[in-house]
Nanobody, 119 residues
């Protein structure tokens, strides 16, 4: 069984920095694209950033230049470095990954981690 476990969320001041991590575990053969999404209260979930197995990245326009997604394939881990966060970045952040595992090829999601940007 595949699991994605996020960590690193919490309270951060505007203009500060925070790094989220998400580690995949289980009987994994390959991990393809990985990404981060977020959902604020009363809003739909939106994709924040994604990264392919080859390292190509894409970002939500509102976080470009502030957030950086990266991955460590040896550790099956994806990161989201959040620099200069704004109060509007407050949300539950979820990681997801496209994984080929013993059980087949599926898209998996983590349980979410709260990020609150406030002074």
């Amino acid at each position: 069984q595949v699991q994605l476990v996020e960590s690193g969320g919490g309270l951060v001041q505007p203009g500060g920095s925070l790094r989220l991590s998400c580690a995949a575990s289980g009987s994994i053969f390959s991990i393809y694209a990985m990404g981060w999404s977020r959902q604020a209260p009363g809003k739909q979930r939106e994709s924040v950033a994604s990264i392919t197995s080859g390292g190509s990245t894409s970002y939500l326009d509102s976080v470009k230049g502030r957030f950086t997604i990266s991955r460590d394939n040896a550790k099956n881990t994806v990161y989201l470095q959040m620099n200069s966060p704004k109060p509007e970045d407050t949300a539950v952040y979820y990681c997801n990954a496209d994984i080929l595992a013993v059980g087949g090829h599926n898209n998996y999601w983590g349980q979410g981690t709260q990020v609150t940007v406030s002074s």
